[in-house]
C-alpha cells in the first residue's frame, strides 16, 4: 500500500476542508481571569480549525507534505494559496505571543510540540515560499520548553494518547538533527536512560481511547537512535521473542466512529501501521522484516477507508495515514 497520485488528492481535499473551518472547537485554553475568555481564533490565527490547535498544525503539515510530493495536482496550488494567506508574520506572531502568558507553560505539551516542529521542517523544504523562515520563531519556542521540559520529566508518559513521549520526540528529534545538535543529545540521553532497559512487553494494549501504541513509539524512538545492531536485539527482547507482535499486535476494533474518543481506534491502526514500517526497515534481521511489513498492511488496510466520513476522526486521520502510507519511504 502506498500513496497513490488518487490518495494525494483525497488527503489533501480532506485537510484543505477542515485547517480552516472554526467550529466545532476544542479549545486547550487555561483561563487567568475574565479577559482571557475569547473567540479560539483571536489568540490562533493560524491553527484555529480542525477542531483543535494540534490536528490543525498536523493537517497543515500533511497539506504541506502532499504539496512537495505531488506538485502537479490541482489542490496543490490551493494549498500554496490557502498557506500564503496563512502563515503571515503577523498571524504567526499572535501564536508565539500566545506562549509567553505564564498560563501556557503546558499548552499543547508534548504532542502539539512535536508536530509544529514537524511543520516547521516541512515547510523549510519549500524553498519557493517564505514558510519556514516565517515559522522559525515558533519552531525556535518550543524547542525551548522541550530543552527545558526533559530536563524535569523524570519518567516517560506512556499512554496512548496525546501526551505520549516518545511519539513527540521522535518527531521533535527530526527537526533538531538540522537545527539544534543539543536537543538531539538531550533527547537521545533521556530515551536511552528511560528506555535501554524496557523488555518484555506486556502492556494493556490498546486501550479504549488511544491513538498511538505505547511500546512501538517507544520502540522507533530507540530506532532512530540507535544503529541496527543494537537496536535489533532490544527490539527482539521487548515485543518479539515474548510473541506480543505475533499475538496483540492485531488490527482494533472502531465500534462508533462519531464518538471522538473511540474513534481514536483508527489511528492506532494506523500509527502502529507507520511504526511498524519504519522498524521494519532499520532492523537488521533478515526473518523479522516481511512479518512487520505485513502486520503494517494489515493495519492500514483496516483504518485507510475511514479516513473520510464523521469529523471525529475525519479532522486529523489523513495525517496519520500519510504517515502509515509513507512508512519506509520517510514522512518526515
Known amino acids: 500500500m502506498t500513496l497513490t497520485p488518487d490518495l494525494a488528492r483525497h488527503f489533501a481535499a480532506i485537510a484543505l476542508g477542515h485547517v480552516v473551518r472554526p467550529y466545532p472547537c476544542k479549545d486547550d485554553h487555561v483561563l487567568d481571569g475574565e479577559d482571557d475568555v475569547r473567540a479560539p481564533r483571536l489568540a490562533h490565527p493560524v491553527f484555529y480549525g480542525s477542531y483543535d490547535w494540534h490536528s490543525c498544525v498536523h493537517g497543515w503539515w500533511t497539506l504541506l507534505t502532499l504539496r512537495r510530493r505531488h506538485p502537479a495536482m490541482p489542490e496543490a496550488a ?89 511519539f513527540a520526540l521522535i518527531l521533535a528529534r527530526r527537526w533538531a538533527l538540522d537545527h539544534d545538535a543539543a536537543l538531539v543529545t538531550r533527547i537521545d540521553t533521556w530515551a536511552e536512560r528511560v528506555f535501554a532497559d524496557r523488555r518484555d512487553y506486556r502492556g494493556w494494549e490498546p486501550g479504549g481511547d488511544e491513538f498511538l501504541s505505547p511500546v512501538l513509539t517507544a520502540a522507533l524512538l530507540l530506532a532512530d537512535i540507535r544503529p ?80 473520510a466520513g464523521d469529523y471525529m476522526g475525519e479532522h486529523w486521520l489523513a495525517s496519520f495515514a500519510l504517515l502509515a502510507l509513507l512508512g519506509e519511504d520517510g514522512a518526515l
Open 78 to 166: 490551493a494549498i500554496a494559496a490557502l498557506a500564503g494567506d496563512t502563515f503571515t508574520t503577523a498571524k504567526l506572531a499572535v501564536e508565539r505571543a500566545y506562549l509567553d502568558r505564564p498560563s501556557s507553560r503546558g499548552f499543547e505539551r508534548p504532542y502539539g510540540w512535536g508536530w509544529l516542529l514537524a511543520l516547521h521542517h516541512e515547510a523549510e523544504r519549500h524553498p519557493d515560499q517564505p514558510w519556514g523562515d516565517r515559522l522559525a520563531p515558533l519552531a525556535k519556542a518550543f524547542a525551548a520548553r522541550l530543552h527545558d521540559y526533559l530536563a524535569v520529566l523524570t519518567y516517560p508518559i506512556t499512554v496512548g494518547t496525546h501526551g505520549n513521549t516518545a
Open 228 to 307: 541496527p545492531a543494537t537496536f535489533t536485539p532490544w527490539f527482539r527482547a521487548l515485543v518479539v521473542d515474548n510473541g506480543w507482535i505475533d499475538r496483540e499486535c492485531r488490527p482494533v476494533t472502531v465500534s462508533d466512529r462519531s464518538d471522538g474518543k473511540i474513534a481514536h481506534l483508527d489511528g492506532l491502526n494506523l500509527s502502529r501501521a507507520w511504526c511498524l514500517r519504519r522498524i521494519a526497515g532499520v532492523v537488521d534481521d533478515e526473518t523479522l522484516r516481511e512479518p512487520l511489513r505485513r502486520r503494517a498492511d494489515e493495519h492500514v488496510a483496516a483504518a485507510l477507508p475511514h479516513v
